[in-house]
C-alpha cells in the first residue's frame, strides 16, 4: 500500500486575490518504509542487544572474586568492552530519533586515524585468529562524521572477520588523501561478494533489515556513510576476497 501526504497549495493572480486553489499528493512510501525500517533497528538495539548486554555484564561481576591476578585481566576487558556496548546502543538510538525525526544528521569533525586505530585494536582482542594490519594512515586528517563513526568501522572490520573463510583472515585498512575527501579502504582474504550482492549489501535498492544476505551492521554502516555526505561500496580484492571502500568528506 502507497503512502502519501497531502497539501493544498493557494495560487493568487497579480492582484493578490486567491485565483486557484491546487491540492498535492506526495508520494512518502519510500521514507515511510525506511522510517520503520529504522524504527525496528531501534527496537532490535535498544531491546535484545541491551538488555543481553546487561545480562553478560551482570554475570561478568559476579565472576571478580572467583578469577585469579591473569583472569582479572581479561575480565575487565570483557566488562570494559559490554559497557562500551551498552554506550553505543544508546547514540544508536539518538540517531534513529533523529533520522525519523527528518532533523538532519550533525555532523562534526572526527580525526580518522584514532578512530581506525582504535576500532583496530578492539578488534585484534576480539579476534586473536585474524591478522590486521594498518596501512600508513594519516593520523592528522579529521573527516566529517559524528561518535558513530567508530561504529561504521567495527561493523565493516567485523564482517572481514565473521564472513571469511580463509585458515587465517586478513585485513588490510589503507587510506587515500584527497583535497577535499579520504578513502578509506578495507580489505580481506574472504570469499568476496557476488557482482548481484554488491548493489545490495547494504541494504539499497529493494533490500531492507529482514532481506536475506542483509546484514544490520551493513545496513547501518551504509546508512550512516551516507548521512555524513560520503559514498560506500564493495569491490573485488586480489586474488581473492572483498574491499570494502568509505569514502569521507574532509573537513580542513
Known sequence: M?????QQVVLRDEAGEVSEVVGIATDITDQKHREQELELLNRIIRHDIRNDMAVVLGWAELLEDHVDDEGCEYLQKILASGEHVVELTETAREYVETVVSDEEVTVEPVPLGSVLET???VCEESFPEAEFVLDDVPPDVEVAANCMLSSVFRNLLNNAVQHNDADTPHVEVSAVVRDDEVEVR???????VPDDHKDTVFGKGERGLGSPGTGIGLYLAGTLVTEY???IWVEDNEPTGAVFVVQLPRTE
Open 229 to 231: 555526505g560520503g559514498n
Open 119 to 121: 576500532e583496530l585494536s
Open 2 to 6: 502507497r503512502s502519501y501526504l497531502y
Open 186 to 192: 578495507i580489505a580481506d582474504n574472504g570469499p568476496g
